[in-house]
């Protein structure tokens, strides 16, 4: 096949799903030119499963995104069909946004996104390959002849590397939705020393809503007035239309169970790893035994379509069992099917291979992101997609890597998570998984991240400005809250109230906060501060937990001292006297940044630690 030039670039971006445009945009908004090649036009930002962005510890990813200077919650906020913040019976570090979202609607502006972006170019192709000079990449190749040289490559092609979907006995080479796989990269990556696995996922069947009783169903409506994702965003979205709650029963579970030597999950058609926490509406028959019933959700997809999501129902069994299992549900019982349920496997790589910049170890400038990585959903994707792009713009610039600590956002969790402990099957981000999340709370996200964005060229002048007037209002609130003080006669009611005795002096806003007194109690008998509702929910929710903060910094300043002791990338641990045989396996494999990342490799114990604390003082050259 003749080779042809298709340009050069800084970086060239394989795969447009959810990851794929972060490192894009990452990239061009930093100043460099990028082409972003995708299988699909049409499969630009394509939400392949579920309609939605956020959820339990995703929403936090959505926020830190976009307090990087992302564009997933400016996208997630411009098309939401509805929107709600979830557990807000619980403390603040674990409520999360969660949107219902139109995935027409999604795909074609951040589509339009793209398009308008200066230095970035969109290509439909396949690539077939990464070219790579004296261990350094060079160009990627295409399966028609097509060249591009670039000086980074960022791979974040999702599900689609040998894409097989699989229904029943049914085994088709497709990626998602029907959309072609990609058939041809994976020996590339093998040559180049990635190893590769396969990993599972599924997704449920899509019915049609006028065939369906919504009479028997339990609407589910949005909130009003619990905000955006994205800080720049003016107003919270609309909330356009319900989605609605049903239940699986015997009947259903029986239907599965009579059916499971035909379920690709446990006749032996699939063997790869499935999500844990996702799992198909089989697994959750069997594993789950003692359940007579199982929460199905039914989502819109979108504003322009009659299809529905049945959230809770992925499965992979034949489209026979599937019509008799949907129909056995009440309000199912007439469904139509649109799009019939499947399983899909692909290949991904093993991120330990890949350095906590997302850079493989192997090829200087090649970097991973998304599912390709191991993990499931599209924050998680989008999340590593921002920081690929990041760190291969920071390098082509020849300026620091940005690598987030575990203290510092949930990014930093998912990337340490990944590259530290590797994972065996489908990662998905969840608020239990970050030791620090009473700090790591979506309300604080860009005081967090948005200077370090700033500072890396990626979140710009108009952002930043939003950013330091959020800022400063947030400082003069708190400082309201504790100056604001009122007599032990005006407290009186409001203490006796919520079950204190009278005060025996003036009590500040902050002090009746910090006494678990409900904000809505408080305002309704004294005077509310006169602030944004951001702001002021998050100076209250910091004098609320305050203490525990405080604790919670002690601990982070422990940790910073194992964390800011580096480690040469370059050392061999097989010639450390004192390690374990285990130990130094792991640590060559791996290759930690720090000590502290040293300290949570699997096989590494505390005196081996001890053995490299040693060796580092030793060799402080």
């Known amino acids: 096949m003749k080779e042809f030039s ?25 100043g460099l030119s990028c ?27 959505v926020r830190e995104i976009d307090a990087l200077g992302g564009e997933m919650g400016v996208n997630a906020d411009a098309t939401a069909l509805q929107i709600k913040m979830l557990n807000v019976g619980k403390g603040a570090a674990v409520q999360s946004l969660r949107c219902q979202s139109d995935k027409n609607a999604y795909h074609a502006r951040m589509k339009s996104v793209l398009e308008n972006t200066p230095n970035l170019r969109i290509i439909q192709g396949e690539v077939a390959g990464i070219t790579v000079e004296n261990g350094a990449v060079t160009g ?30 049914v085994v088709a080479d497709s990626g998602p939705n029907g959309f072609a796989p990609a058939g041809h990269l994976t020996e590339n990556l093998i040559k180049l020393g990635f190893k590769v696995r396969r990993f599972k996922t599924g997704t449920p069947a899509r019915l049609d809503f006028r065939t369906l009783d919504l009479s028997k169903l339990t609407p589910q409506y949005g909130e009003d007035n619990v905000g955006p994702f994205s800080f720049i965003s003016d107003n919270p979205p609309a909330n356009k239309t319900p989605c609605y709650l049903g239940y699986t029963n015997l009947k259903t579970h029986k239907i599965i169970l009579d059916n499971l030597d035909r379920s690709p999950l446990y006749n032996g058609v699939i063997s790869s790893a499935g999500p844990r926490y996702c799992p198909s509406i089989e697994t959750k028959v069997v594993r789950f035994s003692d359940k ?27 489209h026979d069992v599937q019509i008799e299992m949907y129909r056995s549900v009440e309000g199912l019982e007439n469904a139509d099917f649109m799009r019939f349920a499947y399983a899909i496997e692909y290949d991904c790589v093993d991120t330990l291979d890949v350095y906590p910049t997302l850079e493989f170890k192997k090829v ?27 760190n291969a713009s920071l390098k082509l610039r020849g300026l620091p890597p940005l690598v987030l600590g575990r203290d510092e956002a949930y990014i930093g969790v998912l990337i340490d998570d990944l590259v530290t402990k590797g994972t065996d099957e489908p990662y998905r981000m969840m608020t239990s998984r970050a030791e620090y999340r009473i700090e790591l709370r979506q309300d604080n996200a860009d005081f967090r991240l948005t200077q370090k964005g700033y500072d890396c060229g990626l979140v710009t002048e108009e952002r930043f400005r939003k950013f330091l007037t959020r800022k400063e209002s947030y400082e003069k609130a708190l400082a309201e809250l504790e100056s604001t003080r009122f007599t032990p006669d005006l407290t009186q009611g409001l203490l ?17 906060i910090r006494r678990g007194i409900p904000t809505e109690d408080i305002y309704s008998a004294l005077t509310k501060p006169d602030y944004p509702r951001d702001v002021l929910s998050s100076a209250e929710i910091f004098v609320r937990y305050e203490g525990y903060l405080k604790k919670n910094a002690e601990q982070i300043a422990r940790a910073k001292k194992y964390e800011d002791k580096l480690l040469p990338t370059d050392i061999d641990y097989g010639k450390i006297e ?30 081996d630690i001890a053995v490299l604390t040693v060796w580092l003082s030793l060799n402080k050259k």
């Not at 060249?147 to 029943?168: E, H, P, W």
């Not at 090649?366 to 990041?390: D, K, P, V």
């Not at 079950?499 to 806003?509: H, I, P, Q």
Request: charge should be neutral; aromatic fraction near 4%.
């Open 6 to 30: 298709l340009g050069a670039y800084d970086a060239v971006v394989v795969g447009a799903g959810h990851a794929g445009c972060e490192a894009a945009l990452a990239v061009a908004r930093t």
């Open 292 to 318: 007579e019933r199982h929460q199905i959700f039914i989502e819109p997809e979108g504003a322009d379509t009659l299809e529905a999501y049945v959230q809770g129902m992925s499965t992979s069994l034949p």
């Open 496 to 512: 006796q109230k919520n079950g204190f005795e009278r005060a025996a002096g003036a009590l500040s806003l902050a002090d009746l």
């Open 35 to 61: 082409a972003l090649l995708t299988l699909n036009l049409d499969s630009i930002a394509f939400m392949a499963c579920n309609p939605s962005i956020g959820g339990t510890a995703k929403g936090h990813l």
């Open 364 to 390: 200087s400038g090649l970097y991973t992101a998304g599912q390709i990585n191991g993990t499931s959903g599209y924050e998680e994707a989008a999340a590593q997609g921002l920081m690929a792009g990041l």
């Open 140 to 169: 990627v190749k295409t399966t028609y002849g097509g060249t591009i040289a670039c000086r980074a490559a960022i791979l974040a092609t999702g599900v689609y590397l040998n894409a097989q979907t699989i229904t029943g006995d």
């Open 578 to 607: 004192g390690l374990r045989l285990e130990a130094r396996e792991k640590l060559n494999k791996v290759k930690p940044r720090s000590l502290g990342q040293a300290a949570r490799i699997s096989g590494v114990n505390p005196a």
